[in-house]
């Protein structure tokens, strides 16, 4: 029973402007359909958003009640300015963050559709948790297991930058590539990031997760990222904390999610060095 988390993000430059006018739509690689999972089920974990100049208000709606409730409004999200991680403010604003998860079913989609003003840009990020998603393997451990194989605490640079469009994906960057310290035939696992300048979203992928994106909201102005994985994990009870082995380090890559283009946040990894493989 393979288990997986996903990163999905949704985005859409240069808002035309109105009442739920702007339909954002997935960024390349992503999708807005829940996948084909197999036994158990799927929910939205976590959830955050930016509107790069004002206020707004977005909307995320399913076909299914169980869901949204309903298909005419959903679930309303407002996006404020008045404090920091806000719109209007370089960082994520978290909309579903901590205990409430809202369930997604097969072969559903998702909409999200906002209220803006013209010419913002905004985008919006999720994890979705699959208790069983076939082809996909995902190493994540518990945070006991982390715990109990820790051998050494290391931050590893990387400079992986925006795209040129806001709200795109920005080039991946191996974790490797600025600061090439991970020793060989070694396990590491990533308890989160720091970043120099706050931007949405800090995504990663690699071979250990099945080619599947899954990230972190990279605000640093009111969430504590250095160790989001960890606080998912304990939170939720549920093995959440992403591992690899130093000889994928080249693989591992970075990408980076911004509503101001080609934003370079300057970004820290902190890891754990294991003295083992987890599971």
């Given at each position: ?153 290391v931050g590893i640079r990387c400079d992986a930058v925006a795209s040129g469009t806001a709200g795109a ?45 899954f990230g972190l909201p990279a605000d640093g102005l009111s969430q504590n990222i250095s160790t989001f ?51």
């Open positions: 029973m393979p288990p997986a988390i996903v990163l999905t993000t949704q985005s859409k430059p240069n808002l035309t402007g109105g009442a739920f006018a702007d339909t954002l739509s997935a960024n390349s690689g992503d999708s807005t359909a829940i996948a084909n999972y197999g036994i158990g089920g799927a929910r939205i974990l976590d959830m955050w958003a930016m509107d790069s100049a004002a206020v707004a208000e977005l909307r995320l709606r399913t076909t299914r009640p169980e869901s949204t409730h309903d298909q005419q409004n959903g679930v309303r999200f407002l996006l404020h300015s008045t404090t920091p991680g806000g719109a209007g403010k370089q960082g994520a604003l978290m909309l579903l963050p901590g205990d409430p998860v809202i369930p997604v079913f097969k072969s559903d989609t998702l909409t999200l559709d906002v209220t803006g003003t013209a010419a913002d840009n905004v985008a919006v990020s999720y994890l979705t948790q699959y208790d069983d998603l076939p082809g996909v393997q995902g190493q994540f451990a518990s945070w006991p297991q982390i715990q109990a194989l820790h051998k050494s605490t994906y920005g080039a991946t960057r191996a974790i490797n590539a600025d600061d090439d310290r991970l020793h060989a035939d070694t396990y590491y696992a990533i308890l989160g990031v720091t970043v120099q300048t706050p931007v949405l979203t800090v995504a990663f992928t690699g071979p250990g997760w099945g080619g599947q994106k994985f960890v606080r998912q994990s304990v939170f939720y009870n549920v093995p959440l904390v992403p591992w690899f082995s130093s000889n994928d380090k080249g693989n591992v890559l970075l990408q980076v999610v911004d509503t101001t283009a080609s934003t370079s946040p300057k970004i820290d990894v902190l890891l754990y060095e294991l003295t083992g493989r987890p599971g």
